[in-house]
């Protein structure tokens, strides 16, 4: 069993940043990636980034690439994604997942999930 929180989301306006972060617990959960996925109302849960369990790999989605940067601590207990250049369009329900096999693309293969936090982006 993993354990995932998140916290560090909440309002800002349009160019400003966040730095998201995911405390993962339990006793196998440096075997498993991390990857953050966000949920607007109306929509469809979608990719953000991942990162793999040994630090080396990660993975954006394109609308993220050169705004967001996803990294583990050395321990492998935490996950952040620094959200830079925010746009009103990045509001949404944030969410942790963690993953221990398959794509890190699919919100599908991932086995366990976090409670998600709030991110506000005004224009």
């Known amino acids: 069993q993993v354990q995932l929180v998140e916290s560090g989301g909440g309002l800002v306006q349009a160019g400003g940043s966040l730095r998201l972060s995911c405390a993962a617990s339990?006793?196998?959960?440096?075997?498993?990636?991390l990857g953050w996925f966000r949920q607007a109302p109306g929509k469809e849960r979608e990719f953000v980034a991942a990162i793999s369990w040994s630090g080396r790999w990660t993975y954006y989605a394109d609308s993220v690439k050169g705004r967001f940067t996803i990294s583990r601590d050395n321990a492998k207990t935490t996950v952040y994604l620094q959200m830079n250049s925010l746009k009103p369009e990045d509001t949404a329900v944030y969410y942790c997942?963690?993953?221990?096999?398959?794509?890190?693309?699919?919100?599908?293969?991932?086995?366990?999930w976090g409670q998600g936090t709030q991110v506000t982006v005004s224009s």
């Open positions: 997942g963690a993953i221990n096999s398959g794509s890190y693309y699919s919100a599908r293969e991932y086995d366990y």
């Open positions: 339990g006793r196998t959960y440096s075997n498993y990636g």
